[in-house]
């Protein structure tokens, strides 16, 4: 079990351009989720895959993010034509699919943090 | 919907002394309930959970949880306070009928541990 890895982790970008940041999960976790993170506030779920599927999204994620899980493994969160008010911790996190109905805890990556100047 | 209450933003404790960060929630169907820790520019660390039975339940470096249905609250403690507890504690639900498994978070509460 070598953890929630995410790349970058610091990301520092212009207004107006687009970024893309990549997770891997933990290898035998099918399902996958992506949390953001403002200054002083708790993770606001944003997304989740159930293997390539995303199965549920949240309001938060307007139409210029988008996120990716082309084979069930690692996945990629879009942002275009980034704001200043996309600037947050942008956090993955996986879990096994649990035959009991969601006993297992998510297991967090250490997070992207992006900056919009 | 699913909502989870930390009425504090922050708590102060004297390192030897007990500690109790509290969390309140609020879901339609049964609370599977957790606790994390996060460190300064890291992601968030998995603590201890409450999905059934003994409402006291224990969890990593010391901490327990006691889960109260009446008063739908799920307080964090530790008999002693260590300085290396300082850190930022979330809560967060579950809707045991949400098939996302999705963790609904709080605000928060920053825990400072003074030697």
């Known amino acids: 079990d070598t953890g929630v890895s995410q790349n970058p982790r610091h990301k520092i970008t212009k207004r107006g351009q687009n970024v893309t940041f990549r997770c891997d999960p933990i290898s035998e976790h099918n399902r996958l989720y992506w949390y953001r993170q403002t200054l002083g506030q708790g993770p606001e779920f944003l997304t989740y895959f159930q293997n390539e599927a995303q199965l549920e999204k949240s309001r938060l994620l307007s139409d210029r993010f988008s996120a990716e899980r082309p084979k069930g493994s690692f996945s990629t969160l879009e942002i275009q034509r980034t704001e200043q008010g996309d600037s947050a911790m942008y956090l993955c996190a996986s879990s096994s699919h649990d035959r009991e109905g969601g006993r297992s805890p998510l297991h967090f990556g250490n997070g992207t943090r992006l900056t919009v100047t | 919907a699913q909502s989870v209450a930390q009425p504090e933003d922050q708590v102060n404790v004297a390192e030897g002394n007990p500690l109790t960060v509290k969390c309140t929630y609020s879901?339609?169907?049964?609370?599977?309930l957790f606790w994390y820790v996060q460190y300064p520019n890291r992601g968030l660390q998995f603590l201890l959970k409450?999905?059934?039975?003994?409402?006291l339940v224990k969890g990593s470096y010391g901490f327990e949880a006691e889960f109260n249905k009446s008063q739908t609250s799920f307080h964090l403690k530790k008999p002693s306070a260590l300085v290396s507890d300082s850190a930022l504690y979330f809560c967060?639900?579950?809707?045991?009928?949400?098939?996302?498994?999705?963790?609904?978070f709080g605000s928060g509460t920053r825990l400072l541990v003074r030697p």
């Open positions: 879901v339609s169907g049964n609370p599977y």
């Open positions: 967060a639900v579950r809707d045991g009928r949400d098939s996302s498994y999705k963790l609904i």
């Open positions: 409450y999905i059934t039975g003994d409402n």
